[in-house]
């Protein structure tokens, strides 16, 4: 059974930085794609990053040259680099995989920015 693990939300002060994981039961390359998404309360869920299997990558406008999205195929984890943090990147972030024609979500990970 595939599963998608996040982990490292949190805390942070506007300016900040965070680094989120998501964590795969198999290999990353499994995916033909994985990305984050976040869902702040009282919105939709929107997407915020996609990184290939051949590693090109893409970003929202609202968080281009702030985020940057990652792997590390020998842990089989995606990484979400977050820096210069604004309030309203306050959300719940979500990891999804693509997999053939299956999607897979983690359960989410929560991150705060304020002071």
């Known amino acids: 059974q595939v599963r998608l693990v996040e982990s490292g939300g949190g805390l942070v002060q506007p300016g900040g930085s965070l680094r989120l994981s998501c964590a795969a039961s198999g290999s990353i390359f499994s995916f033909n794609n994985m990305a984050w998404y976040r869902q702040a309360p009282g919105k939709e869920r929107e997407w915020v990053t996609i990184?290939?299997?051949?590693?090109?990558?893409d970003y929202a406008n609202s968080v281009k040259d702030r985020f940057t999205i990652s792997r590390d195929s020998g842990k089989n984890t995606v990484y979400l680099q977050m820096n210069s943090l604004k309030p309203e990147d306050t959300a719940v972030y979500y990891c999804r995989g693509v997999m053939m024609t299956k999607i897979y979500w983690g359960q989410g990970t929560q991150v705060i920015v304020s002071s």
């Open positions: 990184i290939s299997s051949d590693g090109r990558s």
